[in-house]
């Protein structure tokens, strides 16, 4: 069974950074892509990031470029998302999420099939 758990979300002022954490188990991780979303009060979960199974490819949502970083440690099964100059509009949860059968990029939720349990990012202004 695959489980995902996020870490190192909170409260931080604009400007500010924040690494979050997605410790993943339950099956090979360097084989899938993975990604991270977010979900703001009223609105609908928004692509963040993403990254393929060996970390060669990487893709950011225009919100987002150049201000954070995604990776992953495939020795430690862990993924990550490195944040800087945060502003008030990251406010959101974040997940983590991985895709059972394919390696390619995706920027849409529903091609993800594993997600984790989210982490509270809140960006004071």
């Known amino acids: 069974q695959v489980q995902l758990v996020e870490s190192g979300g909170g409260l931080v002022q604009a400007g500010g950074s924040l690494r979050l954490s997605c410790a993943a188990s339950g099956r090979t991780f360097s084989t899938y892509a993975m990604g991270w979303f977010r979900q703001a009060p009223g609105k609908e979960r928004e692509f963040v990031a993403a990254?393929?199974?060996?970390?060669?490819?990487?893709s950011y949502a225009d919100s987002v470029k150049g201000r954070s970083t995604i990776s992953r440690d495939n020795a430690k099964n862990t993924m990550y998302l490195q944040m800087n100059r945060l502003k008030h509009e990251d406010t959101a949860v974040y997940y983590c999420?991985?895709?059972?059968?394919?390696?390619?990029?995706?920027?849409?939720?529903?091609?993800?099939?594993?997600w984790g349990q989210g982490t509270q990012v809140t960006v004071s202004s």
């Open positions: 990254i393929t199974g060996k970390g060669g490819s990487t």
């Open positions: 999420a991985e895709r059972r059968v394919s390696d390619s990029i995706s920027y849409r939720s529903k091609d993800y099939d594993y």
